[in-house]
């Protein structure tokens, strides 16, 4: 009966210890967590901004502006536009290119 008793508190004492480890790894483990979903949110937030700043570049109006204030470019006068029977005459020598493209 004593070996039995020294047992039982052994085995009380093992499980007091291990269980003590285990509730403090187990608060460890949620501060992790916490701080991850932390982290997760403010990332959320700054994926938020980014597309609505990038919204905001892309916009076709402000584009246009930018284009026509920077840019100064202007439009395309149809006497500029050519056929491509109108290039035959344009000779292009020593083209990497065109040899690759003839070759089956």
Known sequence: MRRTSIFSVFVAAIMSVALFYLKYEVKNLEGQLNK???S???DREAVHVLKAEWSH???LDRLKDLAIRRLKLQETDPRQLKEAKDLSHVQVVNDPDLE???QP
Do not use: E
Request: no cysteine.
């Open 36 to 38: 991850l979903n932390h």
């Open 40 to 42: 997760i949110i403010s």
């Open 100 to 102: 690759v493209i003839g």
């Open 57 to 59: 570049l892309n916009d």
